[in-house]
């Protein structure tokens, strides 16, 4: 079963919905306290608090106007940002913006203001109430939350429609990816070397054709252990399903027919959430349109590439060639094959050395990138960093290169061939390598 946190980013109306639920019995809740509760202790009330009914009905109305308005105004500016994020960054960026908490908590917060003032100023009946209410003041307090709201969306859409800001949310991302697969490390697993399943094989095939966004791993080795099965994932987050593609290999001895379905979500897009590979890329796009024709703005790009290699370094000590995990009493229970670090490091530079083969900045900062992946990662990648190194150098023009241009490089990959242990090759030459 998908976490709560993932369902409540991954659907965005859940939060406003949530919001608008507790306006609703709120302001229920207020109706029944005005007619039980406060005529009778009225006298012990500030009399400032209270209004009559008929002054109540226009102050009402006017906060439930002014919280349409504001409300309007929020959805305008959401629609204005996501069109800038899709044109300036990435089709991909959008996303991030409107998942984010702010975004889903300050329209739940609107919505919820709007849906109090408009339900209250309905069961505010002269027939009814004989007496002053408390409701209006509640009304007004719940604008006044409002507004510190609005106050603080306006300092936030600010700040996000900064590319640094999204920079940093999407290196965030991806560090959060690394964090959870770091923690399932953590658990008990054997090597790739020791998954022998026992029985009869059992194929569970995709309902439907999508993204796999979610693979609950935890979820997946307590199922396995309470029905003494071993299961094969043979697709990885992130892999794009056909209808009837083989997605699960079951090996048990029962030969019972068992149900997965709440262990796995197939959608139409990709989500970051545990897609490695995705959030990578999500990066990535934001520094090929920072060099695109329209923009040519390689700080940008290179800022980006040398946060990447942090990730990469981090990337490193994961287990790629497979991850068995094992119950507590040490049974092999699910396997789930990681791409291979290689793939990752080509995935995460073959585009943009290809739009950046003609700065040297980029170049530089590419190189710049696998150095700092190669001081944070284990020995047993520095192959896989030099190879993705030369093959960068491949798309280079030599003689293009100007004289400093060229020592400036070459320095950058002498002190990668000596931190990886390789012997130093002179750019242009290491295709004979």
Known sequence: MKPIAYLLKEKVWITPTIYCAAAILLSLASFYIELFVI?????????????????????????????????????????VVLTMYSSQFSPRAPENFIRSRTTRHVLGIFLAGFIYNMLSLLYLQEDVFDHEVLTTSIGILIVFFCIGAFAYYVHFVASNVQVSTLINKLIEDGEDVISYYEKLHEKDYVSLDSWKPQGEQQTIRADKAGYIQFFDLIGLVKFAEKQEIEIDLAVKIGDYLYEGKPMIHVYHKNGKQLDFKKYYAIGDDRTAEQDLGYAIQKVIEVAIRAISPGRLDPNTCNNILIRIGPLLGRMGHLKTDGLVLTDANENNRVLYRFSAYEDILYRTFHQISYHGKNDISVIASMTDSLLIAASLAPEERYEAIWKIQLYLLEGINEQELKSIDRNFLQ?????????????????????KK
Do not use: C
């Not at 006298?43 to 309007?72: C, K, N, R, W, Y």
């Open 39 to 79: 005529s009778r202790f009225d006298v012990h009330i500030p009399s400032i608090f209270l209004t009559g009914v008929e002054d109540a009905q226009t102050i009402l109305g006017i906060l439930t106007a002014a919280m349409l308005t504001m409300t309007t105004f929020t959805f305008s500016t959401i629609l």
């Open 411 to 431: 320095q950058k990959l002498n002190d990668l061939a000596g931190l990886t242990g390789h012997p130093e090759i002179r750019i242009g030459s290491q295709s």
